[in-house]
């Protein structure tokens, strides 16, 4: 890595001449350049439960690499599965890129699933849980109870479980009941007469989500430092007390995923608001999507359930071990083993701030200041938003909050400066997924305290990152500006990687007041000076500036392209960058998650490198660098290059011009990850990915860790 201040133009990727473009190469629109987006997605969860299995990961991290694969698993069921099925209910003909129809995806995704269902399975039971019961963690089978313990487990459920279940027969009086998405449930089978006369039958036990999933057992009946039994083995071990005088013939725990993604028809509404709320309680009963059940379960049951929940054969998952593998995430909480754990980090300032005066906005006049979290704190962004709520000359304070919680200190301080009488205008995007609850309880808190709360425009996610506080100085009015890659979101700053900047330059206060201007009132979009705003513009100024690589190439310049981003699968975008390709420009692209590109095919992708990295911190820091004719164009933002950010969100794309900075974005946002071969996966022309080599020493995130977090260090 450079070091710090390095004035060295940033390396492109090694000059490469393409091989001779074959006669036969396809046209760039065929859907064999194409992967298909949903298996793309699996392909990455796949990456995720990798590692799980790393041995130079600390244990309890691997634990919670794999629920992290099994939460993303779930989410892919409940919003991406779900649409594709309806997609193939209502016979769309229409086909994406890759040429896959609705039933196409379908098939491939049960078969890719399964597979990773069943490593997920394997990787806990004979990889996970033996080695952490090497260490004195143990998750306690039934089987596995001593006489003690089985006595405690049946007195618990007598205390904390038996009250709150309630057994529910299956009969003309009793239909399947309606299980809430992802929730525990046992079907039972039992034999014998009850008090009515009836001869027995099928009953559904729905375990409530008030529950603890996973219980420590107490000293004095554990046997070793940290034992713990699963609830679903507390309700299985004394199932027949909810049966009295029956015989309970089979138990068998299942879980039911459900489509979850909210409808509402903004055209037809008043109150955005009030509609989404009153759709949310609908998210835990939609249609069935998937069923999880214990692999013992006798077949005719299972047939019972599908029968009784409308789903194919395809969407069954019978698996070994806990129908919900999220919910064993709670031992990395439970249990206190610092050397099972990533070593803790103190985020650092960057050396500006130590240095300079406490008063951010005099900081600011003289120049931008650059945050890269996590490695670098959030409490800039905080304190300069403490600053203008305690200020008298700051007049108005105007945010985009797309996930920042309720109870965050970014909505306190929010909550404060309205309270003290500023303009405070916030733009919360309510249908950000699986947060609607928190930011609908934001919004109407800021409400009460006498903020503008608005909800962005209809139709379009409000998705750009931005802040902008305005203040009475001496010159007039003056514009202060955090424009960033990632949420306003304390905790997950401390965990993704992402990026700010935080500006007092005019040129950009304008640009961010114009888009406020657009997204709270009516208007034109007008042009932005620095800005690159979707959905205006932004995709034709990306496919322009990739273009003008292509042209340089062919004019036997020098040309380069490196960006990073969570998702690529633009169709526009991809065929560009395959013309760029076509033309000689070395392309370097880290994508995290989907790509739809296929690189190194002969004649379309040869110069085009794609790697992804998965490590400690989750990478979702937005960057881009064109070589720009040696002018070198540095970008941030919100955006991936994907349909929904270019064309159906509101986001922005900010350049980092201050010569300092851009080589801050370059050498810790992009050049590191080009030599990663600890963390690296990288994709091949059949859609696979290979990890790097077992061996290697250079881990990006590991790198800056060790730069970024000690004291002082950064400007």
């Not at 090497?134 to 003690?148: A, P, V």
């Not at 401390?494 to 888009?515: F, K, P």
Request: hydrophobic residues 45%; contains cysteine; neutral net charge.
């Amino acid at each position: 890595m450079a070091s710090k201040g390095s004035k060295r133009a940033p390396a492109p990727p090694a000059e490469e001449k393409p091989a001779s473009v074959a006669l036969a190469a396809p046209p760039l629109d065929a859907p064999e350049l194409y992967l298909n987006r949903e298996l793309s997605l699996l392909a990455f969860d796949e990456r995720v439960l990798a590692q799980a299995t790393r041995q130079d990961t600390p244990l309890l991290e691997r634990l919670r690499f794999l629920t992290i694969a099994s939460t993303n698993l779930d989410e892919f069921f409940e919003v991406r599965v779900s649409s594709v099925k309806q997609q193939a209910v209502y016979g769309v003909a229409y086909r994406l890129a890759d040429g896959l129809t609705a039933k196409d995806t379908l098939a491939a995704i049960s078969v890719r699933a399964h597979a990773l269902v069943a490593e997920q399975y394997r990787v806990l039971n004979q990889v996970i849980l033996p080695e952490l019961a090497e260490r004195g963690i143990r998750l306690l089978k039934r089987g596995d109870w001593t006489k003690r313990q089985r006595a405690w487990v049946s007195d618990y459920f007598a205390r904390e479980v038996m009250p709150v279940l309630t057994p529910t027969a299956v009969d003309p009086a009793h239909p399947f009941p309606l299980t809430i998405n992802k929730g525990l449930a046992f079907i039972v089978q039992v034999r014998g007469q009850d008090a009515f006369g009836r001869r027995g039958g099928v009953a559904i036990v729905l375990a409530p989500r008030a529950l603890p999933r996973t219980i420590k057992l107490p000293d004095g009946v554990a046997e070793g430092p940290w034992d713990f039994v699963l609830l679903s083995s507390v309700i299985h071990a004394n199932i027949e007390s909810l049966f009295p005088g029956m015989k309970v013939r089979a138990c068998h725990q299942f879980r039911v995923t459900r489509n979850s993604d909210l409808w509402v028809d903004e055209e037809e509404i008043d109150d955005l608001l009030s509609a989404i709320a009153g759709e949310l309680p609908r998210r835990n009963y939609g249609d069935a999507v998937r069923l999880e059940v214990d692999d013992t379960c006798p077949r005719e049951l299972v047939d019972f359930l599908l029968d009784r929940l409308d789903l194919e054969e395809e969407d069954l998952y019978q698996v070994d071990g806990p129908v919900n593998l999220h919910r064993v995430a709670a031992l990395y909480d439970l249990v206190d083993e610092p050397s099972l754990k990533y070593r803790p980090f103190i985020p650092s300032q960057p050396r500006r701030l130590l240095t300079a005066d406490p008063d951010l906005f005099a900081t600011l006049r003289k120049g931008d200041v650059l945050l890269h979290h996590p490695y670098q704190s959030f409490g800039p962004v905080l304190e300069l938003l403490r600053q203008a709520a305690m200020d008298p000359a700051v007049l108005a304070i105007k945010m985009t909050l797309y996930r920042t919680g309720a109870q965050s200190p970014v909505a306190a301080v929010l909550l404060d400066a309205a309270l003290r009488g500023k303009e405070v205008t916030v733009v919360v995007e309510l249908r950000a997924r699986f947060d609607e609850k928190a930011n609908i309880d934001l919004a109407t808190r800021m409400k009460e305290a006498g903020a503008h709360v608005l909800y962005g425009i209809v139709g379009w996610k409000t998705h750009a990152k931005m802040l902008l506080i305005v203040r009475r100085e001496a010159n007039g009015l003056r514009r202060y500006v955090h424009v960033g890659t990632g949420n306003y979101h304390a905790r997950t700053a401390l965990a993704y990687t992402d990026l700010g900047l935080l500006s007092a330059r005019q040129d950009l206060g304008e640009d961010v007041h114009d888009l406020f201007m657009q997204l709270t009132g009516f208007g034109r979009a007008t042009p932005l000076a620095k800005l690159i705003a979707a959905p205006f513009t932004m995709i034709d100024e990306l496919v322009r500036f990739i273009d003008a690589e292509a042209d340089a190439a062919r004019a036997g310049k020098k040309s380069g392209i490196i960006a990073k981003m969570n998702s690529l699968s633009e169709p526009t975008v991809i065929r560009a960058l395959y013309r760029a390709s076509q033309a000689g420009v070395p392309i370097e692209l880290v994508v995290r998650g989907i790509c739809a590109l296929r690189p190194k095919v002969p004649g379309v992708s040869e110069t085009i490198r794609v790697r992804s990295i998965v490590g400690r911190f989750l990478e979702h820091s937005r960057v881009f660098w064109f070589h720009h004719g040696g002018a070198e164009k540095v970008l941030i933002g919100s955006a991936d290059w994907m349909p929904r950010n270019l064309y159906r969100r509101v986001e922005c794309l900010v350049p980092v011009e201050a010569a300092a900075l851009a080589r801050r974005v370059v050498d810790e946002a992009l050049t590191p990850y080009l030599t990663d071969d600890r963390d690296s996966w990288e994709l091949g022309p059949d859609g696979t990915y290979t990890p790097s080599p077992p061996g290697g020493t250079r881990s990006a995130q590991q790198a800056l860790l060790a730069e970024l977090t000690r004291e002082h260090e950064g400007f």
